[in-house]
């Protein structure tokens, strides 16, 4: 059986760093954010050690920001090495993705 928890692991990375690059989100934001693109399921139990792991890697950064009602929230922003990281990432998900689809589709075009 395919364990979908697994496979999302493993492409939620590039994809924090995806909406990272275009706006600084407040943690509690990122999993909405991707929800707008149709990625559910992101607990904060994946998240935050994600976001800890990014962080210690230097391929994101965080800044503490006031707020009047409360405790300062902490946003994220990708780093230049996080920049350079999701291009990796593009890539390699570009030839991954070409490739799956041509196993599942026998090599038939898609569309």
């Known amino acids: 059986m395919i364990n979908k928890t697994q496979i999302m692991k493993g492409i ?7 909406v990272l690059s275009r706006e600084k989100l407040y943690s509690r934001e990122i999993p909405k954010k991707l929800l707008e693109y149709k990625m559910s399921d992101v607990s ?13 890697d230097g391929l994101i950064e965080s800044e503490k920001v006031p707020v009047s009602n409360g405790p300062a929230r902490k946003y994220y922003k990708t780093t230049e090495k996080g920049f350079e ?3 990796k ?4 998900w570009n030839l991954l993705d070409f490739s799956v689809n041509e196993i599942l589709n026998g090599g038939e075009e898609n569309g």
């Open 85 to 87: 990281e999701l291009s």
């Open 44 to 56: 904060d139990g994946t998240l935050f050690p994600l976001l800890l792991r990014l962080e210690s």
């Open 12 to 18: 939620l990375e590039g994809c924090v760093l995806a």
């Open 89 to 92: 990432f593009r890539e390699m």
